[in-house]
């Protein structure tokens, strides 16, 4: 029985250490304007889209030529960028400052080759209204935040979903590739996943924070530690859904990931940006 116990607890112990992703080279990105944060890649890893750390103006950085397109100059604009399946073309809002000192929201789709923009949702405060028309414009389900609880948006109907219960705060939600499940961040908890009706959750983990999708079976995130002002370190990790984990960036302080097609790209504490190819 002694032996069972302690051949399960080495096979748990090797499951968790497992080596997720290949790390093929770590890079840090010459970017022109220095310290900006991640807000996006494009779904063929072509560019990658630049912000601020209060989420003002938005850029696109090609990653082949190092030229840099200022797409947006608007608060708000950096905050839950989406990017179309065929990348032509990236979904933002941006606040306005209305004559009563109110900040509103409007819903802008810009095409990212033709610089041409328009307006999907007039300024407003209702965030539904800008959930369903960005939902029937990218033709796939979003989820959003609101009142700290997360909305399916789905063919124009959206649905509040509460997979750990109502009383629990929610952050980072995101659909998986092949939207069958929902990946969401409880604070004070830690990261999870769900089916699309809110179902069957699975814990992730503590330290995974701001979590994204890489494929339909790996997520990766940041594990990140602060001293109660500010972060004094953080580390990319990458966690399969049958449990595996792996720091992706032993020695370098990154965080906020996004990734597509074999690259990661994540923040620095000091405004770097980096590259991270895998496979």
């Known amino acids: 029985m002694k032996k069972s116990f302690l051949l399960i607890s080495l096979v748990i112990s090797m499951m968790a250490s497992a080596q997720v992703l290949q790390v093929q080279s770590v890079e840090k990105l010459q970017i022109p304007q220095g310290d900006v944060q991640v807000a996006g890649i494009s779904p063929d890893g072509s560019y990658i889209l630049l912000t601020n750390n209060t989420h003002t103006g938005l850029q696109k950085y090609h990653l082949s030529t190092g030229e840099t397109e200022?797409?947006?100059?608007?608060?708000?604009?950096?905050?839950?960028?989406?990017?179309?399946?065929?990348?032509?073309?990236?979904?933002?809002?941006?606040?306005?400052?209305?004559?009563?000192?109110?900040?509103?929201?409007?819903?802008?789709?810009?095409?990212?080759?033709?610089?041409?923009?328009?307006?999907?949702?007039?300024?407003?405060?209702?965030?539904?209204?800008?959930?369903?028309?960005?939902?029937?414009?990218?033709?796939?389900?979003?989820?959003?935040?609101?009142?700290?609880?997360?909305?399916?948006?789905?063919?124009?109907?959206?649905?509040?979903?509460?997979?750990?219960?109502?009383?629990?705060?929610?952050?980072?939600?995101?659909?998986?590739?092949?939207?069958?499940?929902?990946?969401?961040?409880?604070?004070?908890?830690?990261?999870?996943?769900?089916?699309?009706?809110?179902?069957?959750?699975?814990?992730?983990g503590h330290d995974l924070r701001a979590p994204k999708w890489y494929n339909n079976q790996i997520i990766i995130g940041m594990n990140d530690k602060d001293n109660g002002e500010i972060t004094i370190s953080s580390e990319i990790v990458a966690v399969s859904l049958q449990g595996q984990k792996q720091v992706l960036t032993n020695g370098i302080d990154a965080m906020y990931p996004y990734a597509a097609n074999g690259k990661i790209v994540c923040s620095g504490l000091n405004g770097e940006t980096y590259l991270i190819e895998v496979k």
């Open 70 to 204: 200022v797409l947006s100059t608007a608060p708000g604009a950096g905050y839950n960028v989406q990017i179309a399946n065929d990348g032509q073309s990236v979904m933002f809002r941006e606040k306005t400052l209305n004559r009563n000192n109110l900040y509103k929201s409007k819903l802008v789709v810009r095409n990212v080759n033709k610089s041409l923009s328009k307006t999907l949702a007039l300024p407003t405060r209702d965030f539904s209204k800008l959930d369903v028309a960005g939902q029937l414009q990218m033709g796939r389900p979003m989820v959003n935040i609101q009142n700290q609880q997360i909305v399916l948006t789905v063919g124009g109907t959206s649905t509040v979903l509460s997979p750990c219960g109502a009383d629990k705060s929610y952050i980072w939600p995101s659909v998986s590739p092949d939207a069958q499940h929902i990946l969401f961040y409880v604070c004070g908890q830690g990261a999870y996943v769900c089916d699309m009706n809110g179902k069957n959750v699975q814990f992730l």
